[in-house]
């Protein structure tokens, strides 16, 4: 259709036929910013404009291009930057639209987004000022200032203009003026704003030049330094406190071990004695909950030994436990060889403590079930490790030092081994299986692969039976079965099927870049493809990827996926995502479309993503969530489900914080519940309130000490409900009783984290309906079970002893002796994968899974309940009888989408708790917000029964994990959690993360503070916003870059701050956007490094290669390193810690830069440097990172400036002790000479 001239003003909405084309006004940042009369036919997306749209002759366009949407964006204010005259200042610009000119006029806050940093007379950051950067338009301050000896002892947190205030970017002087700024801000704050008396963290220093840290404090009256009065009445003191020592002997003392390497290399632990007084520097750190009248000072500390060479030798807690009135050492040891590797670790159930130690001569049984082993070869490569519960693990290296082979304890049994070939760029270009035939020794299969190629090359021609890969394979050894082969630097693919085709449009500037795969479906010969197509700017706009829809590896079952993108590149916002979705469901000689789904996605000036919309097979579109933010960044209130573009909604959710940004509530669960609010929730943490009969202890270190929640049933309940949580000195779950007694209590542990005993309860009835003593024989490994509960129900575990648990070479339980729900079964019998996931169970229930060699779940078919299957979020069933599967649901971000039986889809929404967890589940096929099924949990996670629910069962309950009904268990993706015994089936792929805990250990056995996203790793989602920093846009642009040439996202953020256990009953999240997969942003400190460091975590969900790395660091201007990247742009510096690979736990800390920027590798710093270095990085980034209500671009970048220079004096500082040393040996040799 063509248009003459049409103006468009606020306000006014136009539908023209065949074009989708609406004009809401919305407070939002839309995607194209139109500035002049359109003339011709536009791409399909989304535009805006800040006060009219155009559309002048020559404009056409048709509904068969695509959908256009049009936005008035009437709020988007005026840029008026005025900087203030007579100070220094950086002043950072940002565009947010194509032809930005700096320094022009009439640009808005849609536009540009500016930052100003002031700097005083000496180079130091007072104060930065992120222009009209709240979610208001009002300016952030960052407020900075300095003691007299020049350090940042008190930071404050940030504050958004109010009132008449300029926002114009202008210094502000009185912001830390007595009730002005910052101050006023926090005392009488904005909507969605907790108020705070004490909005900063003040670090106390010892009164020396080494400027140490000995307390800590947090923002909030409770956690301000000891003996600070506050105006409030609240005893201050919560803070964490640092005492630093040497060992003594007697109160700080150490065994001392060592390492013995044979002839054939073979390593043994050997005891010493007890390390000399005064050779071990020690770190004492008591957290939040330790206070001075406690009975033993020991307990709620952590303690931490290093030796001379800067290795921790020692970490030491204490416990006291209540089942035996004892105090209880918990201590684990690091030992290493004569060149610093990690040979052994020892933890607290390995009783390395007693007075003679353990040795592998007298103790080889219990470092083989109970410790951590390792080996390596002449180059210091790791060739063998041995993981507690699990068998001997081989690897074998070519001369460039890449793994080749690889060997766990289940292939050993078949003389099979892991094989990676790589390309001459180092890239991985194939995986697969070699059947050996025979056991080969280590050095034999080194010695040939050695002899043969190194590397691999690209076949361009031969396709044929004997090469259906594409490469010439002639490195050692052959491959007996491929399970993935990888593609890169152009779209020239081999015996490809006949449904992938190069989209037009797609970039061939693709060198460098991953272009295809192709992933086996382990237990079959079937091959799944994957192709990704790249714009001019190296972005993923469409990828092509098979499904295995009924079990059949089909050219008719595939999706594609296109992506569109905002302009920007401050984070790359991803526009809209586009679903394909074809399936071979009969009998089909050509691709069927099933279903079309479009996601549509709207952010606000500075980033914030603000609404996510959907449309099913060109249906209405759906505004699925819309989220508001308050003035420092929190996420405020959640909106679901509207179909009248978001002038009403079904559910209104909101969310209060404390003073230190934690969760406090959901809604209020002292309201009653309504149809637009069925759930709410309240945590308690150190401000506690009695309920009936119960009395919760304060908690000040994060841990949650009661929840009350309120949820709409049918019938209707008054009551809310409640859980009052007690725990152990180490932070681990004791009791969680409930007001309604589904209550579990006395629950003690064994000193590895392993349960030993645990009592629940249902209900009414005062009869315990579990009591479980558990017993482990030496091992981490539950070997019986005794459940001395009378009741018969069929729920919770079996009445009786039940000793036949077994598991395989690997460690993964392989028979389970007691199913659920009092089956007369007597053995549930489970086989593993090589991935060590569980594909087949026999027993009664019967069930096989199907999986890729990513790990990626496929299919489920049980000869009871049919076949299900997972198609990256649309789920297919097929019931027994049924002669083709029908999609089930349709996943969203907020539920998941049902068909209606007559061609459309409706929407079905979670509504979560803390932890995530589903606690309600409400439909909209009514127009209203209707409960359909309300779940409520044990504390660790068991299904509490209420009563009858709704067929189909939602079964994405406990941390919105699949519950496997036939073995009330939970797949979390890496392995099953059992809840009714609350621990894995199988050990922990990232063991090597917590050496303090059993590989069996569930979240450190805090259930209701801490999850496990997928079965690898522990986080705390406590929720705090990180909004528009410079670190979220170089980590996305960073991000981005990995998915380009690996096709694969990074899973997570994690923020650390390392240098030992300091803090890790301390750790924080930060919600950062990742637009592309899992949102979760967070630093979580026990995942700790060798040395002290401040990182950024990079997990990612399948692992990725360090070409990809380097490729990506490259494009991204960050620098490449073996275990991550860094980044420094002279504001900000950041280290990325990449959990890439698989093996040993990444060792990587800061590192020392030389004058021209290169990592010096060879600099080991001294005992002195290295403290200085630990406890500066903790005093800059602790509270910034866990104690803010917000984080700004300007604060981050202060904080990571700070660290930089820092860093940069102890170089220096460093390079001038050496030019004396060097000097003084000068004179040494000179003397000697004459």
Not at 166 to 179: C, M, P, R, V
Not at 274 to 293: F, H, M, P
Not at 588 to 603: D, M, R
Not at 728 to 742: H, V
């Amino acid at each position: 259709m063509i248009i003459e001239k049409f103006n468009i003003k606020s306000r006014l909405k136009l539908k023209l036929l065949a074009l989708a084309l609406a004009l809401p006004v919305f407070s939002l940042k839309a995607q194209t910013l139109v500035t002049a009369p359109m003339t011709s036919t536009p791409a399909a997306g989304s535009y805006y404009g800040t006060s009219s749209i155009t559309l002048s002759p020559g404009f056409s366009a048709s509904g068969a291009t695509g959908t256009y949407q049009f936005y008035i964006l009437n709020d988007c204010i005026p840029l008026t930057t005025a900087p203030t005259a007579g100070m220094n200042y950086i002043m950072t610009s940002v565009p947010r639209m194509p032809a930005y000119v700096p320094g022009t006029a009439g640009y808005t806050s849609c536009n540009v987004m500016q930052t100003l940093q002031y700097i005083d007379g000496l180079g130091r950051p007072v104060q930065t000022v992120q222009v009209k950067g709240s979610p208001q338009g009002n300016d952030m301050v960052q407020p900075i200032a300095y003691d007299a000896y020049g350090r940042e002892a008190t930071k404050y947190l940030p504050y958004a203009l109010t009132g008449t205030a300029t926002s114009d970017g202008s210094y502000k002087s009185d912001a830390l003026t007595a009730n002005a700024g910052q101050a006023h801000f926090y005392t009488s704050p904005p909507t969605g704003v907790s108020p705070i008396t004490t909005p900063q963290a003040v670090t106390a220093f010892e009164p020396s030049p080494l400027n140490r840290v000995v307390e800590q404090g947090s923002p909030g009256d409770a956690w301000q330094l000891t003996g600070t009065v506050n105006p409030s009445g609240i005893v201050a003191g919560h803070t964490v406190k640092t005492i630093y020592a040497n060992n003594d002997g007697t109160q700080y003392w150490a065994n001392q071990y060592s390492v013995n390497i044979d002839a054939a290399g073979n390593r043994t632990l050997i005891f010493q004695n007890r390390y000399g007084t005064n050779t071990l520097l020690v770190t004492i750190s008591q957290d939040e909950n330790w206070n001075a009248a406690q009975s033993d000072s020991r307990l709620n500390t952590a303690e931490e030994y290093k030796d001379k060479q800067g290795h921790i030798v020692l970490k030491r807690t204490y416990n006291y436990n209540t089942a035996t009135s004892t105090l209880e050492t918990l201590s684990t040891y690091y030992v290493y060889d004569d060149l610093g590797n990690l040979a052994f670790v020892l933890p607290p159930a390995a009783g390395a403590d007693a007075t003679a130690g353990i040795t592998s001569a007298a103790n080889q049984t219990t470092l083989n079930n109970l410790c951590y082993q390792y080996s390596y070869d002449e180059r210091d490569r790791l060739t063998q490790k041995k993981i507690p519960g699990k068998g001997w693990e081989y690897m074998v290296y070519n001369r460039l030092d890449q793994l080749v082979l690889s060997q766990d304890a289940n292939q050993r049994a078949g003389n099979q081994w892991t094989v990676t070939k790589y390309d001459a760029q180092g890239r991985v270009i194939v995986t697969g299986l070699w059947n050996a035939g025979s056991a080969i020794n280590l050095a034999t299969l080194q010695s040939s692969i050695y002899a043969a190629v190194q590397w691999d090359t690209r076949d361009y021609t031969n396709t044929t039976a004997t090469n259906p890969t594409g490469y010439v394979i002639s490195s050692y050894p052959q491959l007996s079965t491929v399970l993935k082969i990888n593609y890169y630097d152009d779209y020239t693919f081999p015996a490809k099927p006949s449904t992938v085709t190069t989209p037009s449009g797609a970039s061939t500037n693709t060198t460098g870049l991953l272009t295809a795969t192709v992933t086996g479906v382990l237990n079959s010969s079937d091959m799944l493809w994957t192709a990704h197509y790249y714009d001019d700017f190296g972005r993923l706009t469409q990828s092509y990827a098979q499904h295995y829809l009924g079990g059949v590896s089909s050219p008719y079952n595939y999706d594609v996926v296109t992506n569109t993108y905002d302009f920007t590149d401050f984070v790359n916002e991803l526009v809209s995502v586009t679903r394909l979705h074809y399936g071979k469901i009969t009998t089909n000689t050509a691709a069927v479309l099933n279903a079309t789904i479009t996601n549509t996605y709207v952010y606000d000036h500075i980033g914030h993503k603000k609404q996510t919309l959907e449309s099913i097979n060109g249906g209405a579109n759906i505004l699925l969530s819309q989220n508001n933010y308050n003035e420092i960044g929190q996420l405020m209130v959640k909106q679901l489900h509207s179909t009248s573009n978001g002038s009403s909604f079904l559910q209104n959710t909101s969310y209060t914080y404390n003073e230190r940004g934690w969760l406090l509530k959901i809604n209020d669960p002292t309201v009653a519940p309504s149809s637009t609010q069925l759930f709410a929730e309240q945590l308690q943490y150190n401000n506690v309130t009695a309920v009936p009969n119960i009395s919760p202890t304060p908690q000040y270190n994060g841990n949650i000490a009661s929840q009350t929640w309120w949820a709409m049933t049918n019938p209707v309940t008054t009551a809310a409900k409640s859980y009052t949580y007690s725990y152990d000195n180490l932070n681990r779950l004791t009791g969680g009783i409930s007001t309604d007694n589904f209550t579990e209590t006395g629950i003690n542990y064994d000193l590895n984290g392993n349960i030993t005993k645990l009592n629940r309860y249902m209900g009414s009835s005062t009869t315990a309906l579990d009591q479980l003593t558990y017993t482990y024989n030496g091992t981490n490994q539950v070997q019986s079970i005794n459940d001395a509960a009378v009741d018969n129900s069929l729920y919770g575990y079996r009445p009786g002893t039940y000793s036949g648990y077994q598991y395989d070479p690997n460690g993964n339980m392989k028979v389970l002796p007691t199913p659920p729900n009092g089956s007369a079964v007597a053995n549930i019998n489970i086989q593993y994968n090589l991935l060590n996931l569980p594909w087949n169970i026999t027993g009664g229930k019967t069930i096989t899974y199907t999986y890729d060699a990513d790990g990626e779940k496929l299919r489920r078919v049980s000869p009871n309940t049919g076949s299900t299957d997972y198609i990256n979020g649309i789920q297919y069933d097929q019931g027994v009888g049924a002669t083709v599967p029908a999609i089930s649901f349709i996943q969203t971000e907020e539920g998941k989408a049902v068909p209606d039986g007559a061609g459309g889809y409706n929407y079905t929404y979670y509504l979560g708790d803390q932890l995530g967890n589903t606690r309600l589940t409400f439909d909209t096929k009514t127009g209203v917000a209707v409960m359909s099924q309300q779940d409520d949990y044990y504390p660790f996670g068991y299904e509490i029964s209420r009563g009858t629910v709704t067929n189909p069962k939602n079964e994405y309950l406990y941390n919105k994990k699949e519950l496997q009904e036939e073995l009330q268990q939970y797949d979390y993706g890496a392995r099953f959690y059992d809840p009714v015994i609350a621990t894995w089936t199988t050990i922990d792929p990232s063991a090597e993360r917590y050496f303090a805990l059993s590989p069996y250990n569930y979240v450190a056995d805090n259930p209701i503070k801490l999850i496990d996203p997928d079965g690898n790793d522990i986080i705390n989602p406590q929720h705090m916003v990180l909004s528009n920093t410079m670190l979220i846009r170089k980590m996305h642009q960073f991000d981005l870059a990995v998915a380009r040439i690996s096709g694969r996202n990074i899973h997570s953020y994690k923020f650390i701050i390392t240098g030992g256990d300091r803090y890790k009953k301390n750790g924080d999240i930060y919600s950062a956007t990742n637009n592309n997969i899992i949102r979760k942003a967070a630093r979580h400190s026990r995942h700790l490094q060798e040395e002290g460091a401040i990182a950024v975590d990079l997990s990612t969900i399948k692992g990725i290669d360090d070409d990809v790395l380097k490729a990506a660091a490259a494009e991204t201007g960050f620098r490449f390193n073996p275990d991550g990247a860094d980044y420094d742009d002279g504001h900000f510096h950041i280290d990325l810690d990449i959990n890439h690979k698989s093996g040993k736990r990444s060792k990587y800390a800061s590192e020392y830069l030389d004058d021209d920027d290169d990592i010096d590798k060879d600099h080991k710093p001294t005992d002195e440097e290295l403290n200085k270095n630990v406890i500066a990085e903790q005093q800059i980034l602790k509270e910034a990172l866990s104690g803010n209500t917000s984080m700004t671009e300007a604060l981050f970048g202060q904080i990571m400036d700070d660290w930089y220079r820092f860093m940069i004096r102890v170089k220096q500082q460093n390079q001038e002790n050496q030019k004396i040393l060097d000097e003084l040996k000068k004179k040494a040799n000179d003397k000697d000479n004459n």
